[in-house]
Nanobody, 124 residues
Framework: QVQLVEPGGGLVQAGGSLRLSCAASERTDRSYTMGWFRQAPGKEREFVAVIRWTGGSTYRANSVEARFTISRDNAKNTVYLQMNSLKPEDTAVYYC?????????????????WGQGTQVTVSS
């Protein structure tokens, strides 16, 4: 069973940047597609970005495509979410997740393993 740990998160002013990381307990580069989701208070969990296990191809939600970048460091079993030009509406708990397939997955029910979540707050 893959365990995911997400340090980071925090408070940042609008227009600022933040990088989230997600460390996996085992090697994921040949087994799992990795995704980031977020959930704001009173809202459903929504897809943010995904990176496939082979080729490193990525896909991002329209709301973040021009501002967020997902990447992975296979040597460290770690996935990153670089968030630039943050907006107050980006405030949410951010979760990383792992799915045992090699394709783009954008719905939370496709993912088997989840991190504990990290709070990101963007002040105006």
């Amino acid at each position: 069973q893959v365990q995911l740990v997400e340090p980071g998160g925090g408070l940042v002013q609008a227009g600022g940047s933040l990088r989230l990381s997600c460390a996996a307990s085992e090697r994921t580069d040949r087994s799992y597609t990795m995704g980031w989701f977020r959930q704001a208070p009173g809202k459903e969990r929504e897809f943010v970005a995904v990176i496939r296990w082979t080729g490193g191809s990525t896909y991002r939600a329209n709301s973040v495509e021009a501002r967020f970048t997902i990447s992975r460091d296979n040597a460290k079993n770690t996935v990153y979410l670089q968030m630039n030009s943050l907006k107050p509406e980006d405030t949410a708990v951010y979760y990383c997740a792992a799915a045992p397939f090699n394709r783009v997955g954008t719905t939370s029910n496709e993912y088997d393993y989840w991190g504990q979540g990290t709070q990101v707050t963007v002040s105006s």
